[in-house]
T-cell receptor, first 117, second 113 residues
Framework: GAVVSQHPSWVICKSGTSVKIECRSL??????MFWYRQFPKQSLMLMAT?????????EQGVEKDKFLINHASLTLSTLTVTSAHPEDSSFYIC?????????????FGNGTRLTVT | QQQVKQSPQSLIVQKGGISIINCAYE??????FPWYQQFPGKGPALLIA?????SEKKEGRFTISFNKSAKQFSLHIMDSQPGDSATYFC????????????FGKGTSLLVTP
């Protein structure tokens, strides 16, 4: 089945530093990847839609300059949390969909637990 | 704004019982309704999904019932097992948003032995 890999699975960083999270589709090509954020015991909130070769589309309220998204290839999207602050601590999850199948199932990575101290 | 409303927030079911989770939506543009299962510290995993042209879909112990006129859909877990204890999310998506998923708030299911 379709596998989405996220790295790292957890990261601790100091306030003011930047952290990069990678999302890879391992056995399929993904034109579109989605980045979600999840607080403890809460739902997944869509942050942005990442399109290969073009700029990401951010949801209302999500700071583009703080959450930099790059989707340079059909198998890799990255989310960089810049100048991280403790309130950025959260569970970040990416998801990907098979190229050419807009309505196909969305596969999720196992998430990255970010803790900013 | 929560586009998909999910209930109950938590559910306790005895082993062998039926777990029922309900979701409702307003936007008639939604045309894809999946259910995801999430264990602590893991990403959500797709369980089963349905489109509005059918009223029911069954896969093993999991069944989705869909009521288009009421704009409601539900997940039934038959013969619930302790291993089913997890958080369940319903979701909905529509074409003009790239089929990004809008999630419900989740239901924490505990199946007791």
């Amino acid at each position: 089945g379709a596998v989405v890999s996220q790295h790292p699975s957890w990261v601790i960083c100091k306030s003011g530093t930047s952290v990069k999270i990678e999302c890879r589709s391992l056995d399929f090509q993904a034109t579109t990847m989605f980045w979600y954020r999840q607080f403890p015991k809460q739902s997944l909130m869509l942050m942005a839609t990442s399109n290969e070769g073009s700029k990401a589309t951010y949801e209302q309220g999500v700071e583009k300059d703080k959450f930099l998204i790059n989707h340079a290839s059909l198998t890799l999207s990255t989310l960089t949390v810049t100048s991280a602050h403790p309130e950025d601590s959260s569970f970040y999850i990416c998801s990907a969909r098979l190229v050419g199948y807009q309505n196909s199932p969305l596969h999720f990575g196992n998430g990255t637990r970010l803790t900013v101290t | 704004q929560q586009q998909v409303k999910q209930s109950p927030q938590s559910l306790i079911v005895q082993k062998g019982g039926i777990s029922i989770i309900n979701c409702a939506y307003e936007n008639t543009a939604f045309d894809y309704f999946p259910w995801y299962q999430q264990f602590p510290g893991k990403g959500p995993a797709l369980l089963i999904a349905i489109r509005p042209d059918v009223s029911e879909k069954k896969e093993g112990r999991f069944t989705i019932s869909f009521n288009k006129s009421a704009k409601q859909f539900s997940l039934h877990i038959m013969d619930s097992q302790p291993g089913d204890s997890a958080t369940y999310f319903c979701a909905a998506s529509k074409p003009n948003s790239g089929y990004a998923l809008n999630f419900g708030k989740g239901t924490s299911l505990l199946v007791t032995p």
